[in-house]
């Protein structure tokens, strides 16, 4: 998108139920999936190691921080939810408007959940969703000793754009932060890879991929 002559803010993005194939994310609620999240993430204290929280030491603390998310308009929450019940959550955040910009981050899931089709599916139709509202750039942010994060960030299509040194202090030590992004001029054929990947004739009876994700963006 090189004209912006006639660019105007887009819409914030609502709160609604973004339905998939392999699962489907719902707006956060505490009483609804606080239940299936805690389960899904006791014991699960490595899933916290880059958050900016520590491990939640029982129910009600962990509540306490799904409510602070759901509490948070400057953010969109989501419950990815398989089979019904929520394997983990995740955000749509730093959400520009006036410059069509926006997130995927605060991933949390749980061991059932990673390395699936669904937690895949998840990073896509939350990069779906803000596309097919006009936003023109799709950003994952982590810290640069994620290496798991930053091979997930160019599975996914995303490109590297550089390291914020010094970016931030989490949990008392120093982060540097690694950039990537999906503008809107690729998003149509990182699209279609994402849906070829997910088509249910790309998994063999045992659940196996046939073609990865990260060639089928490399076409």
Known sequence: MSDLKNWTARPFPERKVLDGRFGRLEPLDVAKHGDDLWAAMTGAD??????????????AEYEALLD???RNRDICPFAVVVDGKARGHMWMMEIRPAHGVFEVGWITYSPALQRTPAATEAVYLIGDYGFSLGYRRYEW???NRNEPSKR??????????????QHQVVKGENRDTAWYSILDSEWPARKAAFERWLDPANFDAQGKQKVSLSSLHAV
Do not use: H, I, S
């Open 46 to 59: 490595n899933v916290w190691a880059y958050l900016p929280a520590w491990p939640p030491k029982d129910r």
């Open 68 to 70: 602070t998310m759901v």
């Open 141 to 143: 942010k982590c810290n």
């Open 152 to 165: 997930a960030a160019l599975r996914f299509g995303f490109k590297f754009e550089g390291l914020f040194r």
